[in-house]
């Protein structure tokens, strides 16, 4: 799966099998599903996951969260907007998984 299929999987479809935790929480985010996102990643304690965390406290609007989040991810606070981010993100995670 190429990051453009990820992020446009209908909203009733389920998850692809074998998504790490940072990917499960992004595809979860991405379909409205705050709680289930945050629970993927919430105890994962790689640099992946806490971008995928920063993420999710940006759509939450609690942005003093995001921040720190994102300094444990070792990645830039960002405004951009929420879908472009998610899709930057599907795509930097997607392209690690690759051999």
Known sequence: MNAADFVKVPVDATPPPGLTGPLLGLWLAGRGDWEAAHDAVRLDESTA?????????????????????YGQARRPYTTEPLEAERAKIAATLIEDLSP
Not at 53 to 58: D, E, G, S
């Open 49 to 69: 996951a806490a971008w995928v965390h920063a993420h999710l406290h940006r759509i939450e609007g609690d942005l003093d969260n995001a921040r720190y989040w």
